[in-house]
């Protein structure tokens, strides 16, 4: 991908730009998006010998390259952002840490919590959307890394496949 611009090269790459949680007037803390979204695709697909993990199917990876395409709506990109940041402010209120300095049932909990409100239960829907893209899709996306999500399903690709992402 050529960046033409640094605003173009700051607008694509919010995944890796930080989010400040504070508390009270103080700075709590600092993290990126891609480092809870990261952590939160390791709570909803755990590792497994049954189904396949967040890292085998690089779902970070897609869902980066996803919300950098054109075609995703800056709503939709604002929505996940503003996700990361409230799971994290429920992080923080509740056990005075970010998400990702949790232990795994503290996660399980506030995702359990988060998945009763609206916000929390469309953003686990969206994130868990495009975990799934990740790991069905044709690998050319970027996700289902060694096909590992359409072995897992013992899934015959379809012929002629995409030589190069199309959309």
């Not at 429920?90 to 409100?117: D, G, H, N, P």
């Not at 897992?152 to 379809?158: A, F, I, M, R, V």
Request: aromatic letters at 10%.
């Amino acid at each position: 991908m050529i960046l033409n611009s640094r605003r173009t090269f700051l607008k694509n790459s919010f995944l890796t730009s930080v989010v400040l949680l504070t508390c009270g007037e103080k700075l709590f803390a600092a993290v990126t998006p891609l480092q809870t979204i990261a952590m939160v695709h390791k709570d909803l697909f755990p590792d497994s010998d049954m189904i396949p993990n967040a890292d085998n199917i690089n779902a970070s990876y897609y869902l980066n390259s996803i919300l950098n395409h054109s075609r995703v709506t800056d709503e939709n990109k604002t929505f996940i952002r503003n996700g990361v940041k409230w799971l994290n402010e429920e992080s923080v209120t509740k056990y005075k840490k970010i998400y990702t300095k949790l232990s795994s049932s503290q996660r399980q909990k506030i995702l359990q919590e988060i998945a009763q409100t609206n916000w929390g239960d469309s953003w686990i829907n969206t994130i868990m959307s495009y975990l799934l893209e990740a790991m069905l899709g044709d690998p050319v996306y970027g996700g289902n890394r060694d096909e590992t999500g359409w072995k897992w399903l013992n899934h015959k690709s379809g012929m002629p496949r995409p030589e190069e992402a199309l959309v």
